[in-house]
């Protein structure tokens, strides 16, 4: 009977400095039902400081360790070809100076932000002619188009990043998480091309 592996690598995994990394810590995998333990309780990787903060498992790097150790093993890798490991180092939690300033920062910041935009659109002006279009009344501040206004601004932020906190309006990603992802697998593959010319300049 064939001795077969299936083995589908994680795209990224977090490890802690100087870990070893074994098999089940990188990807989900299906085992022959009478294969021993071994090919699961030998490290496939250890982390070290030269790695810096990621290091790099390709799929070809988990079959020749397989092969080493069952050479008569057939190996089938699906999804994806590299697994990144993240080395997290422990670190301290934020102060609450630190969280204070960096909050304040992205209030006043985005504040002046808007009202940047609303002056160089001259949006009370505009307001103005709105009021004068649907009263025939003019009016300096015109509140009742004011005040709806700003608290719509606040709810279609609310609604747009589909977040308030923690909590989730529905399981939709939001715009943010998108443009994120894509970003991350975008990161990705620069780190892997990045540490394949690091192994041949190695080399």
Do not use: C
Not at 83 to 96: A, D, G, N, W
Not at 126 to 152: A, C, R
Not at 159 to 164: A, E, I, S, T
């Amino acid at each position: 009977m064939e001795r077969l592996i299936y083995i589908r690598l994680y795209p990224r995994v977090k490890v802690n400095p100087d870990q070893s990394v074994y098999l089940q810590d990188i990807a989900q995998y299906i085992l022959p039902s009478n294969e021993p333990g071994e090919l699961l309780e030998t490290p496939i990787y250890t982390v070290s400081e030269n790695d810096g903060r990621v290091a790099t498992i390709d799929s070809l790097q988990v079959i020749r360790f397989i092969k080493k150790m069952f050479p008569e093993m057939n190996v089938e890798s699906l999804g994806e070809n590299h697994t990144i490991l993240e080395i997290v180092s422990s670190s301290k939690s934020p102060t609450f100076m630190r969280v204070s300033f960096v909050w304040l920062l992205l209030f006043f910041g985005s504040g002046l932000a808007i009202m940047h935009f609303h002056e160089d659109v001259n949006m009370s002006a505009v307001h103005k002619k709105m009021f004068f279009m649907l009263t025939g009344q003019e009016d300096e501040y015109p509140l009742i188009l004011q005040i709806p206004y700003s608290l719509g601004i606040g709810l279609g932020m609310i609604l747009f990043f589909n977040r308030v906190f923690k909590k989730k309006f529905n399981e939709e990603p939001s715009p943010l998480e998108v443009e994120m992802f894509n970003y991350q697998q975008n990161l990705d593959e620069y780190t892997v091309m990045d540490k394949q010319q690091e192994d041949k300049k190695d080399e």
